[in-house]
């Protein structure tokens, strides 16, 4: 007959079934944890926070999804440097879609199926800000995205300008490989408006990495505009003197109108393009215009820079008079010497404030200022406005023939102009 089992001690008993209890409030409370959105979010954003040097916080309801393609969607999310008032990023929406492979990974695998931001607003200078206290690294990782990412609603402050109604769409991203996108915006600074529609390519992202731009832009100042085709190219730059662009080349296809006038030219910028502290710069800045009728042609070096205002400096050459424009008096109408100046604006963008100008052919010169506004209604009037434009300033030249009469030693004040 077989001996009987030994029966389990009391004590023994008593201990696993405490084990499993435990055990069940463990798993118990973890699915309530997890089954919270919101602390799951806070996790994930304190850890990116800490990380990135940044405060990271979000108020609007949290969801994710564990099923198939891990998500997670994060609302209100508002990023700040510490100790920073304004916050560096916001974003009604973050919607962020990653494979299992990449979680269990741990970091060593940063393939991301799909990013999506709604409404984000990007605070130029707070960015530079929180920039400038990131230590030095090498080469940063970027992720791999699968799926591409999704910008709706987007919008990037400078100093007095803003970016608004960014729509970014990007197909797939790796960073090894070329980027491919389409933006749509609006630049946009007091009055002035510019909205836009291009695609854009870059050979890798990476510093000094080759930008092609190509698209349609629009320049909006009623009662004109000036529709443009522009192509842009540069190298990527990133450094103590802020981010931008090497070697920048902008070229364009543009008409002005206003009205009934249709004035078509084409026109040519390069130079660096730098962007700090919310400030645009292009120095040196080498500028070229081609145009027919009332637009001269001409070229020339100096500087440009725009942030709170629009500040350009251009010290050129008028190959020659617009024949559109109205004749110069003799000597100088027979004369085809090329016309240097020089030109100083500093005032608002859609350059409504006085524009000083230095003109000089052969030995007659002007050394005055003119509005914008004004010239370009003088050119919308030629037919029936004074042959003069609507200039303010001092002449001098050494002879004018007028009328058959020979004047010498000639010195012209031109009067404030009152023209719009």
Same mark, same amino acid.
């Given at each position: 007959?077989?001996?009987?089992?030994?029966?389990?001690?009391?004590?023994?008993?008593?201990?696993?079934?405490?084990?499993?209890? +435990?055990?069940?409030?463990?798993?118990?409370?973890?699915?309530?944890? %997890?089954?919270?959105? #919101?602390?799951?979010?806070?996790? %994930?954003?304190?850890?990116?926070?800490?990380?990135?040097?940044?405060?990271?916080? @979000?108020?609007?309801? @949290?969801?994710?999804?564990?099923?198939?393609?891990?998500?997670?969607? %994060?609302?209100?999310?508002?990023?700040?440097?510490?100790?920073?008032?304004?916050?560096?990023?916001?974003?009604?929406?973050?919607?962020?879609?990653?494979?299992?492979?990449? %979680?269990?990974?741990?970091?060593?695998?940063?393939?991301?199926?799909?990013?999506?931001?709604?409404?984000?607003?990007?605070?130029?200078?707070?960015?530079?800000?929180?920039?400038?206290?990131?230590?030095?690294?090498?080469?940063?990782?970027?992720?791999?995205?699968? &799926?591409?990412?999704?910008?709706?609603?987007?919008?990037?402050?400078?100093?007095?300008?803003?970016?608004?109604?960014?729509?970014?769409?990007?197909?797939?991203?790796?960073?090894?490989?070329? !980027?491919?996108?389409?933006?749509?915006?609006?630049?946009?600074?007091?009055?002035?408006?510019?909205?836009?529609? !291009?695609?854009?390519?870059?050979?890798?992202?990476?510093?000094?990495?080759?930008?092609?731009?190509?698209?349609?832009?629009?320049?909006?100042?009623?009662?004109?505009?000036?529709?443009?085709?522009?192509?842009?190219?540069?190298?990527?730059?990133?450094?103590?003197?802020?981010?931008?662009?090497?070697?920048?080349?902008?070229?364009?296809?543009?008409?002005?109108?206003?009205?009934?006038?249709?004035?078509?030219?084409?026109?040519?910028?390069?130079?660096?393009?730098? !962007?700090?502290?919310?400030?645009?710069?292009?120095?040196?800045?080498?500028?070229?215009?081609?145009?027919?009728?009332? +637009?001269?042609?001409?070229?020339?070096?100096?500087?440009?820079?725009?942030?709170?205002?629009?500040?350009?400096?251009?010290?050129?050459?008028?190959?020659?008079?617009?024949?559109?424009?109205?004749?110069?008096?003799?000597?100088?109408?027979? @004369?085809?010497?090329?016309?240097?100046?020089?030109?100083?604006?500093?005032?608002?963008?859609?350059?409504?404030?006085?524009?000083?100008?230095?003109?000089?052919?052969?030995?007659?010169?002007?050394?005055?200022?003119?509005?914008?506004?004004?010239?370009?209604?003088?050119? &919308?009037?030629?037919?029936?406005?004074?042959?003069?434009?609507?200039?303010?300033?001092?002449?001098?030249?050494?002879? *004018?023939?007028?009328?058959?009469?020979? *004047? #010498?030693?000639?010195? !012209?004040?031109?009067?404030?102009?009152?023209?719009?």
């Amino acid at each position: 007959m077989a001996a009987p089992e030994p029966e389990t001690p009391p004590r023994r008993r008593r201990f696993g079934l405490l084990a499993l209890l +435990v055990a069940l409030a463990m798993l118990a409370l973890a699915l309530h944890w %997890i089954s919270q959105p #919101e602390r799951v979010a806070r996790l %994930i954003l304190a850890q990116v926070g800490n990380a990135l040097g940044l405060e990271i916080t @979000s108020s609007g309801a @949290s969801e994710y999804r564990l099923r198939g393609t891990p998500m997670l969607t %994060i609302r209100n999310v508002v990023a700040r440097k510490p100790g920073d008032a304004a916050p560096v990023l916001r974003a009604d929406r973050i919607r962020l879609e990653l494979p299992w492979s990449t %979680i269990r990974a741990r970091g060593a695998d940063l393939t991301v199926r799909r990013i999506e931001l709604d409404a984000p607003q990007l605070d130029l200078p707070a960015l530079q800000r929180w920039l400038a206290t990131r230590p030095p690294s090498k080469e940063p990782r970027l992720p791999t995205l699968t &799926d591409g990412l999704r910008i709706v609603r987007g919008n990037v402050a400078g100093d007095g300008w803003r970016v608004e109604q960014i729509h970014v769409d990007v197909p797939s991203f790796h960073p090894d490989r070329a !980027v491919r996108a389409r933006l749509l915006g609006r630049f946009a600074t007091g009055e002035l408006r510019v909205p836009f529609d !291009v695609r854009a390519a870059l050979t890798r992202p990476a510093a000094q990495a080759g930008l092609g731009v190509v698209g349609n832009v629009n320049v909006l100042s009623p009662p004109w505009t000036m529709p443009m085709r522009m192509r842009l190219s540069g190298r990527l730059h990133n450094g103590a003197d802020g981010i931008g662009l090497d070697g920048m080349r902008v070229g364009a296809d543009a008409t002005y109108r206003n009205g009934e006038t249709d004035l078509a030219f084409t026109y040519g910028l390069a130079g660096p393009l730098r !962007v700090r502290d919310g400030t645009l710069r292009i120095a040196p800045l080498g500028a070229v215009v081609y145009g027919s009728g009332a +637009v001269p042609n001409l070229q020339g070096t100096g500087a440009f820079a725009f942030g709170d205002s629009l500040n350009l400096q251009l010290d050129g050459t008028l190959s020659s008079w617009p024949r559109a424009w109205p004749a110069l008096p003799s000597p100088l109408g027979e @004369s085809t010497s090329p016309l240097p100046f020089a030109l100083d604006y500093r005032g608002p963008a859609d350059l409504s404030s006085r524009t000083a100008l230095k003109l000089r052919r052969d030995t007659t010169d002007f050394d005055g200022e003119f509005r914008l506004p004004a010239i370009l209604h003088w050119i &919308d009037t030629f037919d029936r406005a004074s042959p003069l434009p609507p200039l303010k300033g001092h002449l001098s030249t050494p002879k *004018l023939e007028i009328a058959g009469a020979t *004047l #010498e030693g000639v010195e !012209v004040e031109f009067g404030e102009d009152q023209t719009p």
